[in-house]
C-alpha cells in the first residue's frame, strides 16, 4: 500500500514530490518481499490518486494479513526537523513489535529515529481489519533526510523488507511452512548485530531471530524450498556458510 497519488502529490519540497518517492519506496520494498515469497498487494502502482477510505477498502478486500503505508514527512519551515517514525492504531500486538523493527533498520542507515507513536484517528489505521503501520520514511523538506533517502535508498529499501521478514516469525513463518537461509548462531547481540550490518550492506534482506539467549542471523522467508536454495548459493557465493532451516 502506498499515500497519495495523482492530484494529490502529497507534501511537495522544491522539485520533489512525496507521492514519487512513496511509489518509489512500495515498489523496491515489495519487490524484495516478492522474491522472498511474500505475496505482495498494492493499492497502486502507477499516478493514480485514492482517498484513504478507498486504500483500506482495498486492503480489506484483498484478505491481506498485513497492511503497511509508506509516507513521508513534512513541517512548516523547512529543514528545522528530521527524522523517521511509525505509526500505529495502539502498541500492541505485531503491528507495534514490526514497527520497532522498522524503525531501528531505518536508525541503522543513519535517519534519526523519532519513535513509534499511536495515531487511532487515521482511517488507514482504524479502518484496516488487518494489523496496520504507517511509515513516515524521513522529512520531504529536510535535505538531509533527502540526501539519505537518494544515497542509501536500496539500503532503506533492504532494511524494511527485512524488518517485516524478521518479524514473521511467530505469525506467518509457522503456518504456511517457511524456509530460511541460516548464516550465524551467537550467543553475543554484538557479534550477531556484526553479520547483519554486513549482510544488509551487500543488499541481502536479513535479520536477527532471538530465541532464549541465543542470536540466529537469517535471510529470507520462501515457501517455495527452490527459492531458498537459490538465496542460500548467493550467499556461499559471497562467502557464507548457510543451512537452510524453517525455525
Known sequence: MLSHG????????????????????TLSVGEILEKNGINVVYTRVDDVYQTPFEKARIANESGADYFISFHRNSSPEANKYQGVEVLVYDKSGIKYEMAENILGAMGEIGFREIGVKERPGLVV???????ALLVEAG???????????DEKF????????????????????????????????FRKKENADRMLYQLTDQGFPSYILRENDIYKVQTGAFQQIGNAVDME???RDAGYSTIIVTR
Open 154 to 185: 536500496d539500503e532503506m529499501a533492504e532494511g524494511i523488507a527485512g524488518a517485516i521478514l524478521g518479524t514473521l516469525t511467530g505469525e506467518t513463518i509457522e503456518d504456511p511452512l517457511y524456509y530460511r537461509v541460516q548464516t550465524g548462531i
Open 6 to 25: 495523482g492530484g494529490d502529490p502529497g507534501a511537495v519540497y522544491r522539485e520533489r514530490q512525496e507521492k514519487d518517492d512513496t511509489l518509489k519506496l
Open 125 to 131: 489505521l482504524r479502518r484496516t481489519k488487518m494489523p
Open 233 to 235: 548459493q548467493r550467499l
Open 139 to 149: 522529512f520531504l523538506n529536510a535535505d538531509e533526510d533527502n540526501i539519505l533517502f
